[in-house]
């Protein structure tokens, strides 16, 4: 599993954007694929994991009702889509793969590099 994040950028505050995270090995379908984000002098935290098969979804309070995850296994991709954006969504974001559907950090195995989301007030 080898993950490459990109879409991040710099968006006003009630803005959107898409992130997309690629994995360019062959096992991409067998795992659950989650989204964390680590603001700066914070602990990584969790905003949402998406099983196998996509039929199982998880969410941090704070991603509920504005991020929606989806993957496109035949892509061998996984996407937040992250709606109305707040300031206090200024983060890295990663994606990771593991084998069980959790929110905690440690469930995950592999990790990608990170793209900077930026939220101006």
């Known amino acids: 599993v080898q993950l490459q994040a990109s879409g991040g950028g710099l968006v006003q505050a009630g803005g959107s954007l898409r992130l997309s995270c690629a994995d360019s090995g062959r096992t991409f379908s067998n795992y659950v694929m989650g989204w964390f984000r680590q603001a700066p002098w914070k602990e990584r935290e969790f905003v949402a994991a998406?099983?196998?098969?996509?039929?199982?979804?998880l969410y941090a309070d704070s991603a509920k009702g504005r991020f929606t995850i989806s993957r496109d296994n035949a892509k061998n991709t996984v996407y937040l889509q992250m709606n109305s954006l707040k300031p206090e969504d200024t983060a890295v974001y990663h994606c990771?793969?593991?084998?069980?559907?959790?929110?905690?950090?440690?469930?995950?195995?592999?990790w990608g590099q990170g793209t900077q989301v930026t939220v101006s007030s």
């Open positions: 998406i099983s196998w098969s996509g039929d199982r979804i």
């Open positions: 990771a793969a593991g084998p069980v559907l959790l929110m905690t950090v440690a469930a995950y195995k592999y």
